[in-house]
C-alpha cells in the first residue's frame, strides 16, 4: 500500500475513533453504574485507540488529522442513521458503530497482511488488538441489550 493511501486510510480510522471517543465521554451522565463504569473504561480504550493511530501515523512521517465532514460524522462514514433517545436506542445505537468499527479494523487489517511488507504486518499486528477491543464493546453491548431493563 502506498504511503499516501496508507496515511490516508489511518486518518480516517482516526476520525472514526475520535467519534467513539464522542460516544463515551459523557458516561457519568447515565443514572445505571454498570453503564458508568463501562462507558468510563470505553471512553478510556478510545483514547488508547486514538494515541496508538496518532503513533503509527507519526512514525511513517505524517501529520496525524481528522478528515472533516459536514454533518454527523459517524452516520457518513459508516452508513447508519443514528437516533439517540433513550438508552436502549443509545446502546442499539452504540453497539451498530462498535460492530461497523470491529469490520472496518477487520478489512483494514487483511488488506495490510494481503501487501505482504514488513511495514505493513506490523502495523496490522498494531492494529489488531484495536480490532479485538471494538468487537468485546459490541458484545458487551449485545448482552446489556439482552438484558431487558430499558
Known amino acids: 500500500m502506498g504511503d499516501k493511501t496508507l496515511i490516508k486510510e489511518l486518518n480516517k480510522i482516526l476520525t472514526l475513533e475520535h467519534g467513539h471517543l ?17 462507558f468510563r ?8 485507540h486514538i494515541n496508538k493511530l496518532q503513533n503509527v501515523i507519526r512514525n511513517l512521517g505524517a501529520k496525524p488529522s481528522l478528515i472533516m465532514e459536514t454533518g454527523d460524522i459517524l452516520g457518513k462514514m459508516l ?8 438508552t ?11 460492530k461497523k468499527s470491529h469490520q472496518g479494523y477487520t478489512r483494514f487489517i487483511n488488506q495490510l497482511e494481503q501487501e505482504g511488507k514488513n511495514r505493513e504486518q506490523f502495523i496490522s499486528e498494531f492494529l489488531a488488538s484495536n480490532m479485538l477491543e471494538a468487537k468485546l464493546m459490541h458484545l458487551w ?7 431487558n431493563r430499558y
Open 22 to 38: 464522542g460516544m463515551y465521554k459523557d458516561y457519568s451522565d447515565f443514572k445505571e453504574k454498570e453503564i458508568r463504569r463501562t
Open 79 to 86: 452508513g447508519i442513521t443514528l437516533n439517540l433517545r433513550g
Open 141 to 147: 453491548l449485545e448482552d446489556e441489550l439482552q438484558k
Open 88 to 98: 436502549k436506542n443509545l446502546l442499539e445505537t452504540y453497539s451498530k458503530i462498535e
Open 41 to 48: 473504561r470505553f471512553m478510556e480504550i478510545e483514547i488508547e
